[in-house]
């Protein structure tokens, strides 16, 4: 929710008394899940402004622009106050109609001039902002691609979402109006004060009693609306991983009849977000209105010691005219800062949010301590297709274990099959193969070299996986199949999807090859997902083929299909297949069977039932309940 724009002072110069009126389905706690701290403290603000002017920084023509056009019309500002003195002296009092009616044309003159130069002002500024949070959107999107599962199983993507969409338009408005209200705001202080030094240091003396009460009420103020703005921000993020996970398991909602609990799970986290930003506007609107006051009541004791002056001879009326209009110039921006104050509060929130995602440890540099070289050491990957695990070790989190002691040898071309019930380990080996995490202990060798010191680029690349979940894109056909390899040619994508055995139906369908896939490949069936994810896995040609479960949930006479799609595609590569249906790894040259996080069994098929242990009782119980 962004902090509701306030003027940001850039307008025409107000005119002189007396002539005018002056943010795939999301990880993390789902519906009913645990609910997240409101408040969170800044961190160090000064290193988020740093970083922050680091990204303006880069728009140095644009900035410069900015400030020249600032100075224009400031200065415009600060020179109408003396000419409307002089106008009362002059012209006014002497009853010069002539010549106050020159001086009007000239006043017109500047302030025609001076609005021009601020909308300028607000053209230049306003692409200079937009190219800054281009360039931030850019490197926090560009970062994600960068960091482990890890990170984004721990978090919504709701959240996610909300940090480069809410988080950094929120960055956008501070900015917009920031940075030329704090240049406007410094000319025209700075300009201010000299000329009224020049007019009377007495009456300066006053106008300046104002100036640290303001900044006491502003910081006593301004101290509790950081924390309510990052509440806010905070509450947002929630709010919006609470509705795409929501939207996503929409299914799941009506089928166990939770439409109630979870409206009022998110009546709950509404509420949530309405008292933080109720919170953050009522002190951040506080400022205006106290400021205000003090201000009202320096004007007014200003202009009586000045009438006084007039009275006693010690200077004119025009004098004290100017001298009334440039304490309101002087003040304004004062107030108006302190507005802004509380603006920044909110973009400094919103940018702390961003910089936390962006200083996520990512996977690059990859190798990790415990292994030899640097992360320059890191070379590319040819496969021939041997793959070794030593002794590897691994858990999630410290003190439980997911793998323990796991070693066997994949010979190049050979099916290895991973069976075992659910929560055994098996997709963690694939995990760890494809360094989507790092293992605790031992090695995984491919071609004798430890993956630790191979550039992940190039080993996944290398590695073609079809998943239990087949995710496809929303865009054609054609290009879900062209994923796999973005350069292959139509006929190349057409090639992949006749061995894939998914040709066919993708032409019956009205478009062909150009049909739009909707949300996840939604108008297709489950097993023609499978289909298209094979194709993709045909097209990319990979040397080490992995197959997490692919042909469960799927109907026999479909499975027949995919199965001879992944014979096809299994052929000369080393696979490792993780199993459901146990029929359909027969031919495996080693099934490794997991439980506990260890390897209880290894062998054959054929051994494996000969052995009669536990593949035998997990083969007997499928075929007890095929029968």
Known sequence: MAHKPQDNGSSAPEPPMGLGVGGPAGRGP?????????????????????????????????????????????????????????????????????????????????????????????????????????????????????????????????????????????????????????????????????????????????????????????????????????????????????????????????????????????????????????????????????????????????????????????????????????????TRPINDLANQYNLIQSGIAGAERVFEVLDAKTEYPDIPQQTKGSSADARPLNVAGEVVFEDVSFSYKPGSPILSDISFTAKPGDTIALVGPTGAGKTTIVNLLTRFYEIDEGEIRIDGTDIRELDKDSLRGQLGIVLQDAYLFSDTLRENIRYGRLDATDEEVEAAARLANADGFIRKLPQGYGTLMSSEGGNLSHGQRQLITIARAILADPAVLVLDEATSSVDTRTEMHIQEAMSLLMKGRTSFVIAHRLSTIRDADLILVLNGGKILERGTHEELLTAGGFYYELYSSQFRDAV
């Open 30 to 330: 789902g519906p009913g899940g645990p609910r997240m701290t409101q408040k969170v403290r800044a961190k160090n603000t000064g290193a988020t402004l740093g970083r922050l002017s680091r990204y303006l920084g880069r728009q140095r023509k644009g900035l410069a622009a900015v400030v020249l056009l600032t100075v224009l019309s400031a200065g415009a500002g600060l020179i109408a106050p003396y000419l409307l003195g002089r106008a009362v002296d002059d012209y006014i009092m002497p009853r010069d109609y002539g010549g106050l009616l020159q001086l009007c044309l000239l006043l017109l003159g500047i302030y025609l001039f001076s609005s021009v130069m601020t909308w300028f002002q607000t053209y230049v500024m306003a692409a200079v902002s937009q190219r800054t949070v281009q360039n931030l959107r850019h490197d926090i999107f560009a970062h994600l691609q960068k960091l482990p599962l890890n990170f984004f199983d721990s978090r919504t993507h709701g959240e996610l979402m909300s940090r480069t969409t809410n988080d950094i338009e929120n960055v956008s408005n501070t900015l917009n109006q920031s940075v030329i209200q704090l240049m406007t705001s410094v000319i025209t202080i700075a300009g201010s004060l000299v000329l009224m030094l020049s007019m009377n240091i007495w009456l300066t003396l006053v106008t300046l009693l104002s100036v640290p009460v303001t900044i006491y009420l502003t910081g006593q103020i301004s101290r509790r609306t950081r924390t309510h703005f990052k509440g806010q921000q905070k509450s947002l993020g929630e709010l919006n991983g609470f509705i795409q996970e929501t939207i996503s398991g929409q299914k799941v909602v009506q089928v166990l009849r939770r439409e109630r609990q979870t409206a009022a799970r998110f009546k709950e986290i509404n509420a949530e977000l309405r008292e933080a930003g109720t919170k953050a506007q009522i002190y951040s609107g506080m400022v205006g209105p106290f400021n205000n006051v003090v201000n009202n009541f320096s004007f007014a004791l200003i202009a009586a010691i000045g009438g006084w002056l007039v009275i006693s001879g010690w200077t004119t009326l025009g004098v004290i005219v100017s001298f009334l209009n440039y304490s309101k110039q002087f």
